[in-house]
């Protein structure tokens, strides 16, 4: 498969078409419309094999993971999405594989309205960077830095899943059974909480989604906050799943230092907490109160009201 | 060095501060505006060890050649460059190699006023990607499509000089002489043609850049246009310095099929054409009229009036 082979199989399998892009793939840039009255949200974020997903991870997981890592960050941001442009730089370009990415890519793009604008493929090793862009009404993007104390501090979905079906996927071979296939795909498909974080725009303060863990991203938005926060652990969503291969204890570990949740974690007035765990009612996933931030720096980690030590490991990609 | 660490050096190094840009690096994501009227223009280009440059490439190089590639395909399209998001992946965070690379990185955004806005950092093999914004007056975006029959195709700078040069770099030990640094630093230090390219915004029907070199990229500004040409290669500008290294016949051929050259290739109204080189000479790099294109598909390639068999060479990433 040559390079416009290749790029003629990523626009033949592309099937939305938004009337803000002027310009997509083909020319050497996309030409596109910022919606009138929005700001425009920029990530980014690279997959590298061996790094961010073990060597024989399925192509379409792959394609389908390196949009959802994006779609978690613009989501964190408040921003509806719109384009992305896709580097793949790939050791052979065999049509199986391609097609299988291309699969997993688009079946999320479509979920989400997002077009495929450019981009660029290489001859090299197996990394995947994707840059997407989003939109959000003037002034209403959510940093991570808006919080101020006595506000409360809200975590998405079961945490820790994705650390144990990482850990189960590179002790091959994977047994077939349904928990392991839960927990396995908690990593291969995360889903963005991108519907969620819409809901979120004018009434959190801070947000910020969970790719290192609970423990050292909550930590990061509280430091570009300059506040400090009080957190029982106890409070944790920890499915049964999780529970049943890991035991309790190491469970909690995967939750809060395991990472590639892609949940949301984030911070609202203390008289809009009603009102945000109402909307939440109508969401696909749990929403957790976790505790409160505080004016004393740093956060207080309790479980069932005790002091809780946490076991020192954090996600360092060097 | 840790990715913190990593991000601190890449901040600290930055001067330019855009008024565009309402939250930079340090967030999930950038939030940006696109300045009224205007269009955004997105590109993106992945450089890969072994592929796109030899292995040992100095750091700085990479830095400034990341980035040089990107702008000059902003400048095929007419655009002003804004902001970069920047992705590394890297086998080990050498503090020295990341100081180089930041310097040749920042050396060429203070050119342009750039500002990086995020990217991602990751442990892996060298793969650098670029994704780059820019903005053109809307509906003033110049694509490869517009041309028509009649029209007068332009070129710009000497063309060739990069494909020896990377030739050059590949036979180390590299000779200390004055042609063979000249040769290696139009490989290295690619100059994206950004103002030529912005004045020509409202006169070229058509614009690409030349990066697989001068036979395959203006086919395929060709056949996008859905028309021909009748070129003569007799007229490209063939340097002292690359005549001298390669002899005429070779020269010729790495000017035409080399590639990496990064110059642009423009066409223009026929009663616009004297308009244009009039403002061309005011440009850094000279400008040679190539050819017309015509009603008739294909490039019809002509050597001083007679019939040019062109070296049966294309650049192919796979």
Chains 1, 2 share one sequence.
């Not at 570009?224 to 035991?247: C, E, K």
């Amino acid at each position: 498969m040559n390079e416009q082979e290749l790029i003629s199989t990523f626009v033949g399998a592309q099937h939305v078409r938004r009337p803000d892009v002027v310009l997509g793939i083909g020319d050497d840039g996309a030409v596109t419309q910022v919606p009138t009255g929005c700001e425009l949200v920029i990530v980014t974020d690279t997959l590298s094999e061996g790094t961010h997903f073990p060597k024989g991870t399925p192509a379409d997981a792959l394609g389908y993971r390196c949009l959802a890592v994006n779609l978690s960050d613009l989501a964190a941001m408040g921003a509806k999405p719109l384009w992305a442009s896709l580097s793949l730089s790939l050791p052979v370009a065999d049509s199986q594989w391609i097609s299988d990415f291309t699969r997993g890519f688009f079946r999320l793009a479509e979920e989400f309205e997002v077009e495929l604008v450019g981009g660029d493929t290489v001859n090299g090793p197996l990394v995947v960077t994707v840059t997407l862009h989003g939109c959000v009404r003037r002034g209403h993007s959510i940093s991570r830095s808006g919080a101020v104390a006595g506000q409360r501090i809200y975590v998405t979905g079961w945490l820790g899943e994705a650390a144990a079906g990482c850990r189960a996927l590179l002790n091959e071979p994977v047994s077939a059974d349904g928990v392991t296939k839960r927990l396995v795909d908690a990593f291969l498909y995360p889903q963005p909480r991108v519907r969620e974080a819409l809901d979120l725009v004018g009434l959190a303060t801070a947000m910020i989604d969970l790719s290192d863990g609970l423990y050292t991203d909550l930590q990061r938005m509280l430091d570009s906050s300059s506040t400090g926060a009080v957190v029982d652990v106890g409070r944790i969503n920890l499915s049964p799943a999780l529970r049943s291969q890991s035991g309790e204890t190491e469970a909690l570990q995967l939750a809060l230092t395991g990472g590639d949740d892609y949940e949301i974690c984030f911070i609202v007035p203390a008289d809009r907490a009603k009102g945000v765990e109402e909307i939440a009612r109508a969401w696909s996933c749990p929403l957790v109160y976790l505790g409160d931030t505080t004016v004393e720096r740093g956060v207080c980690w309790l479980r069932s009201g005790s002091k809780f030590d946490m076991p020192d490991t954090t996600y360092e990609h060097f």
